[in-house]
């Protein structure tokens, strides 16, 4: 139980450890909500940094603004209008004469153009995050693909540019099914996308290539309908595979350091994560029919070697699929932290380095400049993490949001458990409509798989959330369906 | 007999107070002179006429007469520029009606009669001029086209032609080239009336000049007032007359003083500085003949002709006659009888002044077809060499040279893309045929043609327009265009788009704004504007672009004065020597040819060197085979420092234009920013191809112009591109990020048959 205790030690005692290297002055702006500005605090105040953050209305009740201003004073929340408008964002880390800005997830952690503005304007602020240009070039990922092509990186088959010819398209689209019939898939089908799209929308599978000129045409006129573009993009259409992560993390000064992997592959219908992971695969735990642990260093490889050619130079996700016949296919890059980044941090020792992993201080860290002073060799991996998304939702009626007053939230401390709100547990919180129902995270840790799965099997049963709508009809949760899904972590099913 | 003649006296007291209105006409007021004391007379006698004796009545009236005579002989000595306007613009002055029953034996008004008219401003009538050789009178028919602007009546809009005005006389020029009758037009326009229905204005006089450009049958002109682009419409004429006490202008006086004195809407504009600009504009037929804008002066009385001198009329019919013999003559090839011909036929008369109404020989006007093909040749030939009011800076001895080669290469494209290539197009033919009937069997036998034909005549290179990937070039993102970055992005704020209420566009940084988005707001696609040199950089081949012909530059040829500084400054605020860069370049390596007006340099506006250095650009791309591209960042019309030698420029490029696209070429026009007036009423608005830039304004006028001449506001997307499109001018809206794909699309896919590259 030494590495829990890793985990939950007190913050304070391992806050002075980097006081002396980090630059003192710098104030940062955390521009989001939620329990991810709660955990950017956390790493502000561990590294002594001072900080600001900002708030809506609606989330004026929310537990980052409560805490901010319990430790910093009234000061050092600000009230903005929108999370999404930059100039009003701006003009608040001017007015506190903040340094550096943490877009934290969503928002603007992926918006290249804000943090260019960032680093550009007259008064230049840090963006915590990668430099604008990888953001921009790994933001798409037709680009990735092209670019991975280029490294003999292994990528989904498919057209690397827009197309704009039919015949183009279609000479793609038979040699994707050929290529599939080949390697004796029974069922082959191919995705085409509005190359210009995104989240999901402008999608169709197609399963035979006699529709396909009909579905091209369809998707390319809602792609110049939609977008005003009309390339199209052709690729193989994957099932039947597990959604793994790289977690990356690199320093201005051209490191790389890797912090392991992470299966991802529980979501709900509309590809939410629910259930995740660390590490990606874990043979001692179950059988897989290929060599689980080449290809976990493989994926690792090939991530690294993206990342050092486009010299990137923060924390950053490497999205793998990989089949069940054990090949891997890069998907994309998220140039952000990401919600899970703590099961990687859970199961990860630096040597050199007392207390816990926090991936967000190091994040921190590095884009304020510093070195990592600390090489692969220093980091060791031990047992498994798993992360358990608590939202109010209704599983069976397709992951429907609910909306309503908790008046009731009670979970177990434990040693190996960490649990991430902003619901407050002394009065009733009424979730915003604007935003996504997540309640908690909760992060459990186990020296191995078997344990880490008991464990969290023990937080959900012990876990209390009550609540009513308008209706006065009781809360909705997905606590039982976690519940469920936990046994069939990294597994082929 | 005496009874008579003091009844007589009311027709003469009348006629008195026509003069003496006529003298306040020209002199602008009865304030001149004694006009007012002597119309007071005139009052008085006529109340008193039958209480006077009668031998008083008579000298009163003879000292009335005497005085008036006087008046007029001191007003015709020292006519001002801004008087012979004045007499232009009086309803005394004759009109189309007045030549019409007086010059033509018969004729018969086509398009419809007085008020029934598509447009009661424009008059088309099919009539019989005759002429006579030793009492035999020979009869011609001809088409008359020209500006009534009636006597006062509302309904004639005072002579401004409507577009559907224009439109008719067009559709009358092809009648009578169909029956091959001469054209007599006759031009009595302050200007075209400047509204944008269906086609607008700029693009209907567009049309006209297009077509005028190749009529074959012979026009003759005759200009009492040629208000600029209105004028240019019926203008393009063989041989342009004009009255002598007529004006051809640019623009009217009150408008050029409004614009020098920077005279805000509604704001009087002080007489003086009117009169100055009247003289400055150098508008009268003087002035006119000298610039060479026209061929002869028609004489009229010293104060200008009314509607009673028959005179006048008389000589005009002849004038018209020999004029158009004139035109037919010159189409002959017999020299010996041209020069016969053409002497001034008839004797002298009349006080010594020429005009006659006998000819010595009947000369026929119809044209054989070699006629009409020198007709028209000879009409490219007298524009070609009108307007030339642009300085040449000395050239190095090298770039002369380039003269030499220049004529040398014309050579080399005629065999090159001309008779080769006509080759080529017979033996891929006879090819084609051959394998298409020959089947299977035979393609051992045309292969190896095919290959050989192959390597005599390469595919010109074209590269695949869409992005090729190059690993050195790693992100899609970066756009041809963020290689120049436009100097408006160095500023550190932030800008609401103009839709933002309408759209919910955000607020735009301005770096994101002018670098990446290219001037574009991204939710709502409004184009902000962006200078010049962003197209230079980002619209061709990187290092493609070539200018040539720098050394025409812009003058003063009118010596207008004040614009010599105005040029200067010009001249320092740019570093260009004038509203025009013209240069070689290649669009994903099509080679092609660029005329661009911009906007920095006195608005874009056309004068003399704007128009030679296009025409030879045009030219340029003609002989090389090329595709012309004409990029109108901008141009506020026709420069009015340059009078009519800008306006000239209207008929001369069209002309050259038409010559371009009849040879086999594509000539596309890209309108952005504000493109209006002249230059969008002739040579640019006559391409088949025309494109507007989002958020660009096209148009004849400016809402300020259009509120002045009609009295009506006009709504502000008036002359918005989409408006643009809809009343049918041009032909499409490009997005300006995607200006090079469309280009490039456009070059491979539009033009003629005799393009390089084809």
Not at chain 2, 117 to 142: F, G, M
Not at chain 2, 471 to 486: A, D, G, N, T, V
Request: with cysteine; proline share 4%.
């Amino acid at each position: 139980m030494q590495a829990s205790q890793q985990i939950y030690s007190s913050p304070k005692k391992t806050a002075t450890i980097f006081l002396k290297n980090i630059v003192k002055r710098d104030k940062i702006i955390i521009a989001n909500r939620g329990e991810i500005a709660i955990r950017i605090m956390r790493a502000c105040r561990q590294l002594g940094l001072d900080y600001v953050v900002v708030y809506t209305e609606e989330d004026r009740c929310s537990g980052h603004v409560r805490a901010a201003t319990v430790e910093k004073g009234e000061d050092a929340a600000f009230k903005i209008s929108n999370y999404k408008d930059p100039n009003e964002i701006f003009s608040v880390a001017d007015h506190c004469g903040a340094t550096a800005i943490h877009p934290g997830y969503g928002f603007f952690s992926e918006d290249f153009r804000f943090a260019r503005r960032a680093t550009v304007r007259n008064r230049p602020i840090s963006f915590i995050g990668p430099r604008w240009e990888v953001i921009r070039d790994l933001g798409s990922k037709i680009n990735t693909k092209r670019i991975a092509k280029f490294l003999d990186i292994p990528v989904i088959p498919g057209s690397d540019e827009p197309i704009y010819s039919e015949i183009e398209a279609e000479a793609l689209a038979e040699e994707l099914f050929q290529k599939q019939r080949e390697e004796g898939i029974k069922r082959p089908s191919i995705l085409v996308k509005a190359s210009a799209g995104g989240g999901g929308m402008g999608i169709e599978e197609v399963t035979h290539l006699d529709v396909f000129r009909q579905v091209y045409r369809r998707i390319q006129n809602y792609a110049k309908r939609q977008f005003g573009d009309e390339g199209v993009l052709i690729e193989q259409c994957m099932k039947d595979y597990h959604h793994l992560e790289v977690q990356l993390l690199c320093s201005r000064h051209k490191e790389v350091v890797h912090f392991g992997t992470r299966n991802c592959t529980i979501q709900s219908t509309g590809r939410q994560k629910r259930v995740e992971v660390a590490p990606g695969f874990d043979p001692e735990y179950v059988h897989y029919p290929f060599d689980a642990a080449k290809v976990l260093d493989e994926i690792v490889d090939y991530s690294i070697r993206l990342a050092k050619e486009v010299e990137y130079d923060n924390v950053g996700t490497w999205e793998w699929i990989v089949t069940r016949d054990g090949k891997p296919y890069l998907l994309e890059v998220n140039t952000r932290i990401q919600v899970e980044n703590e099961i990687s941090a859970c199961i990860s020792r630096i040597s050199r380095q007392k207390g816990p992993v926090n991936l967000i201080k190091e994040q921190i860290r590095t884009a304020l400049g510093e070195k990592l002073r600390y090489s692969q060799k220093h980091i060791t991996f031990e047992g498994t993490s798993i992360e358990l998304r608590i939202v109010a939702e209704d599983v069976k009626r397709g992951f429907a949001p609910w909306c309503g007053t908790i008046t009731r939230f009670e979970f177990p401390q434990e040693p190996w458990l960490r649990v991430y709100t902003h619901v407050p547990h002394d009065e009733p919180y009424e979730i915003p409509t604007e935003y996504d129902p997540n309640l908690a995270l909760a992060i459990v840790w186990g020296q191995d798989t078997e344990e880490a799965k008991i464990r969290a099997k023990d937080f959900l049963t012990r876990t209390r959330i009550e609540g009513e709508d308008s209706l006065g009809k009781p809360i909705v949760t997905n606590l039982a369906y976690l519940k469920q899904k936990v046994d069939d972590v990294l597994r082929f099913l | 007999m005496d009874q008579k003649r003091i009844l007589d006296s009311g027709k003469y007291l009348n006629e008195f107070a026509d003069r003496i209105n006529y003298l306040a006409d020209i002199k602008g007021g009865l304030e001149w002179g004694s006009l007012k004391e002597l119309l007071q007379r005139v009052q008085n006698l006529r109340s008193n006429m039958f209480d006077l004796r009668e031998d008083e009545l008579f000298v009163e009236l003879d000292q009335i007469d005497r005085r008036l005579e006087y008046m007029e002989d001191l007003v015709a000595q020292d006519l001002s520029p801004i008087e012979v306007v004045n007499i232009v613009r009086s309803p005394q002055r004759f009109t189309l009606q007045d030549i019409l029953e007086n010059c033509y034996d018969s004729f018969t008004e086509l398009g419809g009669e007085g008020e029934c008219n598509i447009d009661p401003a424009v008059v088309v009538a099919r009539a019989t001029i005759t002429r006579r050789v030793k009492n035999k009178i020979y009869y011609h028919q001809v088409m008359v086209i020209g500006h009534e602007k009636g006597y006062g009546e509302e309904f004639r809009n005072g002579g401004c032609a409507k577009p559907w005005g224009n439109e008719k006389a067009l559709r009358y020029m092809k009648v009578a080239e169909t029956e091959g009758i001469p054209i007599h037009s006759y031009i009595f326009t302050p200007g075209a009336y400047p509204i944008e229905d269906y086609p607008g204005a700029a693009q209907q006089i567009a049309r006209n000049l297009f077509q005028m450009a190749r009529l074959r049958v012979p026009v003759v002109a005759f200009i009492s007032e040629g208000g600029s682009g209105g004028a240019e419409a019926i203008g393009l004429a063989d041989i342009r007359l004009m009255a002598s006490r007529g004006y051809y202008s640019v623009i009217s006086p009150e408008g050029a003083a409004a614009i020098e004195g920077r005279i805000k809407e509604g704001g009087k504009v002080p007489r003086e500085l009117v009169e100055h600009c009247a003289a400055q504009l150098k508008m009268t037929a003087e002035d006119n003949l000298k610039l060479k804008t026209i061929d002869r002066i028609i004489q009229e009385p010293p104060l200008g002709a009314r509607r009673n001198n028959f005179g006048f009329f008389k000589q005009l019919r002849y004038e018209m006659v020999r004029a158009t013999d004139e035109v037919v003559l010159q189409t002959k090839s017999f020299r010996a009888f041209r020069s016969y011909a053409l002497k001034r036929q008839g004797k002298e008369k009349d006080n010594g002044r020429t005009f006659n109404d006998e000819f010595d020989i009947h000369i026929k006007w119809s044209l054989t077809e070699s006629e009409k093909k020198r007709l028209v040749e000879l009409r490219s030939r007298k524009y070609r060499a009108l307007g030339k009011g642009y300085k040449e800076l000395r050239q190095s001895v090298l770039s002369r040279l380039g003269h030499a080669v220049e004529s040398v290469k014309q050579n080399y494209y005629d065999i090159r893309y001309g008779l080769l290539r006509q080759h080529s197009r017979q033996v891929q033919k006879l090819i084609e045929e051959v394998s298409s009937e020959g089947s299977v069997f035979l393609k051992t036998v045309t292969e190896p043609v095919r290959e050989a034909y192959d390597f005599v005549f390469p595919k010109p290179k074209v590269a695949n327009g869409i992005n090729q990937y190059d690993p050195l070039r790693k992100s899609i993102f970066m756009q041809e265009w963020e290689q120049y970055i436009s100097p408006l992005a160095n500023e550190d704020k932030t800008v609401s788009c103009p839709n933002a209420e309408k759209y919910g566009c955000k607020d735009l940084w301005v770096p994101d704004l002018y670098g990446e988005f290219s001037g574009v707001c991204p939710t709502c696609g409004h184009h902000f504007p962006l200078e010049y040199q962003w197209y230079l950089e980002n619209l061709f081949d990187p290092g493609s672009v070539r200018e040539f012909n720098q050394h025409i530059i812009s003058a003063n040829p009118l010596k207008f004065q004040g614009f010599d500084e105005k040029l200067k400054k010009a001249v320092e605020h740019t570093g260009r020597r004038s509203a025009i860069i013209t240069f070689d370049a290649s669009v994903f390596d099509i080679k092609i040819v660029v005329a661009m007006l911009y906007s920095d340099f006195r608005s874009g506006t056309v004068g003399s060197a704007e128009g030679e250095k296009f025409i030879r650009a045009c030219d340029r791309a003609r002989t090389t085979r090329r595709p012309f591209l004409a990029y109108i960042h901008t141009t506020g019309g026709i420069r009015i420092h340059e009078g009519t030698l800008g306006v000239i420029q209207m008929p001369r490029c069209t002309l050259v234009v038409r010559e371009y696209i009849d040879s086999g070429g594509l000539y596309i026009v890209v309108y952005d920013n504000n493109s209006y007036a002249g230059p969008v009423a002739s040579f640019l608005g006559c391409s088949p191809y025309q494109v507007g830039i989002r958020s660009s304004r096209i148009g004849f006028a400016g809402p300020r112009v259009i509120r002045e001449t009609t009295g009506a506001d006009v709504p502000p997307d008036y002359h918005s591109a989409k408006n643009a499109l809809k009343r049918g001018h041009i032909q499409g809206i490009w997005d300006r990020r995607e200006f090079r794909k469309n280009l490039f699309e456009a070059l491979m896919t539009m033009g003629g048959p005799h393009l390089y590259y084809k």
